[in-house]
């Protein structure tokens, strides 16, 4: 799908201004240790405990790191950006409903209230005879840069479904989904959580659809870590050949958080956070 | 939150034309098999793979289901009924915009589109002492009936922290995250997906929020399945059961597919489709 993907991962034009700061002791951080990921032997892929403490209860503050004021300024999903009330057209106010705690566009017509949630993004990590299908990105962001097929899940569909139509719409593959893989939050830039699975390919017709350029099995040591296009698919990647070392793969859940400050396109600038395993 | 709860489950006033035929051989079915939930033996818990057929590419169609039309009357998240645009306030057109494949609702002064995406409902199952914690809910729908602490996830929080919110919000109970436990989509009424952590009080302070009537530790043969609030609810607490039969806890993907014409106070009327292990 053609608007999932060029939105995907951007993070251009968004201030971030709550800084989350990560517990040492629960991270797992690929902070460009090596440029070959295959040798992140320092990462510890430990599992972890996330504690919630109700006197810190702002959003931005995890117990073990210092206290973040919530900010006012806060522009991922600006609810302030929200003027008119999609259902009959009045115009909104921006106000903490009763019994909520959140700010949020309130119809001065209608009394509705217009919610904003994360996105799911849903793709496939699709294992083919010891290697991995890359799309290198036909559109921005990331333009010519490579990905896992992935996009926005819509309604109506599950998960896995979305995964897989996005597959045949980016590489124009038919898979199977094989087993939950990652739930990777990106909570604080683009506000979407990536969820993917492992799958197969039922055959070897695939095609770049009018997203990619090209569509290419990789083998497992010749991955392009240089030239991937988020750091989602690093971290997904990255769990994978790990896994592989290991000579098992599990479901991974973890929290990438991006370097404050860092470019949109310095993949490699966050940490893995509360990565949690079953 | 509030709203959350109100919204989370309800499907009353849906009225869903399409109807997704399960793949019986990789169908786990809780259909009221038993009473107690305990003794359902005869459910496989057969992990399987999900197959995509692009000759089929509807999304309510399956490889090995009748194949099903898309309805121009499928109602549940109906883009029709975006008739304004919520940041320049100019009215909607509703078309199939270049290069997608769904109907959307486009601005026609700004031409801005209005995406609509599932929304996550996050949750934990509290564990102590061989007991798990439910929360009698206050608010409609399922008024009184027992449910897990959960709700939407809000931009700015990963899965894990809303999670913690929500535990915090209507259970007044500080949890530790340990591990994630299950994603259950429900695509066709609600479009939600269930992303729910397994989770350990850290005192035992708990008490029902505005949201709850009481909480309360159950033994895990006292769990009140002939009042649990939702279908998603009762498959997570059997899951997590038979699992831990096994003496093993993992991680489930799932669709629930309520049964088409079902009551939605009927939390057994589904199938839990494609259910999918690491």
Redo the contacts between chains.
């Keep these: 799908?053609?608007?999932a993907v060029q939105i995907l991962g951007c993070s251009s034009g968004l201030t971030i201004i709550?800084q989350r700061l990560t517990k040492s002791s629960s991270t797992v951080s690929f902070l460009s240790k090596s440029i070959n990921p295959l040798k992140l032997s320092t990462s510890p892929r430990k599992?972890t405990?996330?504690?919630?403490?109700?006197t810190r209860?702002s959003?931005?503050s995890?117990p073990g790191s210092d206290p973040v004021p919530k900010s006012p300024t806060?522009v991922?999903?600006d609810v302030r950006?929200?003027?008119?009330?999609?259902?009959?057209?009045g115009?909104?106010k921006h106000e903490i409903?009763d019994?909520?705690?959140?700010l949020r566009?309130i119809c001065t017509h209608c009394s509705k209230?217009?919610?904003?949630?994360?996105?799911?993004v849903v793709g496939c990590l699709i294992e083919h005879e010891e290697k991995v299908l890359l799309c290198k990105r036909n559109i921005q962001p990331s333009h010519g840069l490579w990905t896992l097929p992935a996009g926005?899940?819509?309604?109506?569909?599950?998960?896995?479904?979305?995964a897989?139509?996005e597959?045949?719409e980016e590489a124009g593959a038919?898979?199977?989904?094989?087993?939950?893989?990652a739930?990777l939050?990106i909570?604080?830039i683009g506000?979407q959580?990536y969820?993917i699975?492992l799958a197969?390919l039922?055959n070897l017709d695939f095609a770049p659809g009018?997203e990619s350029l090209e569509c290419r099995l990789f083998a497992l040591d010749e991955i392009p870590f240089d030239s991937l296009a988020f750091s989602s698919i690093y971290v997904t990647l990255n769990l994978y050949l790990e896994d592989l070392k290991k000579g098992t793969?599990?479901?991974h859940?973890g929290?990438i958080n991006k370097r404050p400050g860092s470019s949109p396109s310095d993949i490699r600038a966050f940490s893995l956070d509360?990565h949690?395993?079953?």
Tied chains: 1, 2.
């Design positions: 799908m053609l608007k709550s599992t405990t996330l504690c919630f403490n109700p209860m959003t931005s995890l806060f991922a999903g950006k929200i003027k008119f009330c999609q259902w009959c057209g115009p909104t409903p019994g909520e705690e959140k566009a209230i217009a919610y904003q949630n994360p996105k799911m926005y899940l819509e309604v109506g569909e599950s998960a896995a479904e979305g897989m139509r597959t045949w038919t898979v199977e989904v094989v087993s939950p893989f739930q939050d909570p604080l506000q959580t969820v699975f197969k039922k009018p793969l599990k479901f859940y929290t509360y949690l395993q079953p």
